[in-house]
């Protein structure tokens, strides 16, 4: 079944190739395609193409399709082109001419749109939760480890010291600006495309405003063409801000790795979290976080993939867009996982202390014996000078009495005040109007 076929039947060719892998990709859509129709069916009833009598019916088998859906009792079935399709026509088989009647000043075009809208809303909701939880689990370790001295690096270098709760508050801290960017994706996405139709609107007079408040949107693509337009930008805007968490996660994932080898050990973990070799029997690999490293590296990508699909195309809807499905939605079961699995793993982690007494590390505290010395009144170049020249003479002794007080220092990490601006961020994104909405659609 097709809902655009007529009397000829497409070459089986063509049909494999422009299908693709789009029904695998809307198994993940169909709860909201259903969610969708409800919504456009309760404002087609409103400005009278469905009669008022009618409604009760559509909805109840609508939403028994729902649970379908979520029980795992859906499927689209050999020969229906999409979940669409799909939706419809067993919704025709249960109402007869009822169901043929949900199509009415809808296109796929606008299915589709406001499918992926519901989805990716959702689906940053869930990566908010487990982004939030890992955020949670940083900055009870900073604190839980404030006093635990760490070597800083630059260039691989050593460097100044550091401590672990810098190391765990930097990540969290990094963690509440890749929400600022989720937010701000949050909102693009959470605008109805809903009665745009193939690109250009309709004769019926569609109540957008209405199906806007009834799925619970922040508000409508004013402009029908922007609607389509909005077609894989949306999806380019919300991979970016993904790919930023990705970046937060990829870049603790190789510190992790190289803070759990012998060059470094500043870290373990519990031996059964780490993996073996088949030849060597001392081995203890953070595969975990390799292939963290990996797969968040993998959705960076995915911004500039997307970008590359949707270049210098002309306004309008084109099938383009279709394959942007296929590792756009994918993206976010990664993500989400990488998220959880970090939150794991770091749970369990071993700190070692004392790290910066070994003799190796000595020097990190030169810039300490500088700043002693200018606040006994030497300048600044004179006292660089004069540590210098003790370093170069084996003069140097260490003093391991960090005191450093000010903001976001080792003696002040402000962990109240990156909790604080975490909480503005969470709480802007109001999830709960969309949970109340769709929970009001289902009823």
């Known amino acids: 079944m097709k809902l655009w076929q007529k009397d000829t039947n497409v070459n089986k060719e063509i049909e494999k190739f422009t299908v693709g892998k789009d029904r695998d990709m809307d198994m993940f859509l169909a709860e909201f395609d259903v969610l969708g129709s409800i919504a456009h069916t309760h404002m087609l009833a409103s400005i009278g193409l469905i009669p008022n009598e009618e ?6 088998e609508l939403k028994n399709i729902y649970k379908d859906i979520k029980n795992g009792n859906f499927q689209i079935i050999d020969g229906v082109e999409d979940v669409h399709s799909q939706v419809e026509m067993i919704l025709t088989e249960r109402l007869g001419d009822l169901g043929k009647k949900i199509h009415s000043g809808r296109s796929r075009n606008d299915q589709v749109l406001v499918d992926l809208k519901l989805y990716t809303r959702q689906r940053i909701h869930d990566t908010v939760i487990a982004a939030t939880q890992l955020f949670e689990l940083l900055i009870a370790q900073s604190d839980k480890y404030k006093n635990y001295l760490l070597p800083g690096y630059t260039h691989l270098q050593i460097a100044m010291p550091s401590s672990f709760g810098l190391w765990f508050g930097a990540y969290a801290e990094s963690l509440v600006d890749d929400m600022i960017q989720l937010q701000a994706a949050y909102r693009i996405s959470n605008k109805n495309p809903l009665g745009s139709g193939a690109g250009y609107g309709s004769s019926f007079p569609l109540n957008r405003t209405l199906t806007t408040n009834l799925l619970g949107f922040e508000n409508l693509n004013n402009n029908v063409v922007y609607a389509q337009m909005g077609r ?24 992790i790795t190289l803070y759990l080898s012998q060059n470094f050990s500043f870290i373990s973990f519990p031996e059964e979290l780490t993996t073996g070799s088949s030849i060597m029997p001392h081995k203890k690999n953070p595969d975990v976080f390799e292939l963290t490293r990996a797969k968040c590296n993998k959705i960076k990508a995915l911004p500039n993939e997307i970008t590359l699909i949707t270049s210098n195309l002309p306004s309008g809807y084109h099938r383009d867009m279709q394959i942007i499905k296929e590792s756009f939605i994918p993206a976010f079961d990664e993500l989400i996982g990488c998220l959880q699995i970090a939150h794991y793993a770091l749970k369990q982690i071993n700190v070692k202390e004392h790290i910066v007494e070994d003799e190796k590390y000595k020097y990190i505290f030169s810039v300490e014996r500088v700043n002693e010395l200018v606040l006994q009144g030497v300048p600044f170049r004179d006292a660089y ?12 002794n260490p003093n391991f009495n960090i005191n450093h007080t000010h903001e976001g220092s080792i003696g002040n990490l402000r962990l109240v005040e990156i909790k604080n601006e975490m909480n503005a961020v969470l709480a802007s994104f109001c999830f709960d109007k969309k949970d109340s909405a769709i929970s009001n659609l289902l009823k």
């Open 55 to 60: 409604l009760p019916l559509i909805h109840k």
């Open 232 to 255: 894989g930008k949306t999806e380019q805007i919300v991979s970016a801000a993904l790919a930023s968490i990705a970046t937060t996660l990829s870049r603790l994932s190789m510190d």
């Open 385 to 396: 000078k004069r540590v210098g020249e003790e370093i170069n003479k084996g003069e140097f």
